[in-house]
T-cell receptor
């Protein structure tokens, strides 16, 4: 079974703090993704990575950065947390096979971040 | 821009009845679709997928129907059980290599005893 784990289930931070969200997958997947999930808005892609040390902006990258130093680990960084970054953050991974490129994504349990 | 959305934000069904959850997509180039189930406190889990060269696909108690003419996708759950209570959302992908998925906002399914 694919397993995607996230470092924290719940996190409370203060405005201006630097926040690290960690994600690890154990299936040797090439691709990893960070989403945020807000009521009524669905999943919105923040950043993704298709290889070690590679990163691409998603739909809402502002206020975030990422790091992928190892294939299995993808970190999301909030340089200076703000209240509008209070959300559920979901990490996902997928492999690259066949002709589609990005296949089915496997998700972690999510981190609910509250910024006060 | 393109978007994937759901017709209803909530759906309540009696235990044992069939459930139908709908999804509309806007990108006519989308050719791969997935339904995910997200239970409270968990990440989304894959339920079933379908490619655009099909109009129906069946799994265990679930069926996905695709109508490309009206850009509509539905998920049917047979004999709905309490464990089916969750948020369900669809995602679509275009046929460009490496294109990311677009996710809908989700429908919350509640199963009544």
């Amino acid at each position: 079974d694919v397993k995607v784990t996230q470092s924290s289930r719940y996190l409370v931070k203060r405005t201006g703090e630097k926040v690290f969200l960690e994600c690890v997958q154990d299936m040797d997947h090439e691709n990893m993704f960070w989403y945020r999930q807000d009521p009524g808005l669905g999943l919105r892609l923040i950043y993704f990575s298709y290889d070690v040390k590679m990163k691409e902006k998603g739909d809402i990258p502002e206020g975030y950065s990422v790091s992928r130093e190892k294939k299995e680990r993808f970190s999301l960084i909030l340089e200076s947390a703000s209240t509008n970054q209070t959300s559920m953050y979901l990490c996902a991974s997928s492999d690259t096979s066949g002709t589609r490129g990005y296949n089915e994504q496997f998700f972690g349990p999510g981190t609910r971040l509250t910024v006060l | 821009g393109e978007s994937v959305g759901l017709h209803l934000p909530t759906l309540s069904v009696q235990e044992g009845d069939n459930s139908i959850i709908n999804c509309a997509y806007s990108n006519s180039a989308s050719d791969y679709f997935i339904w995910y189930k997200q239970e409270s406190g968990k990440g989304p889990q894959f339920i079933i997928d379908i490619r655009s060269n099909m109009d129906k696909r069946q799994g265990q108690r679930v069926t996905v129907l695709l109508n490309k003419t009206v850009k509509h996708l539905s998920l049917q759950i047979a004999a709905t059980q309490p464990g089916d209570s969750a948020v369900y959302f669809c995602a679509d992908q275009t046929n460009n290599y490496g294109q990311n998925f677009v996710f809908g906002p989700g429908t919350r399914l509640s199963v009544l005893p």
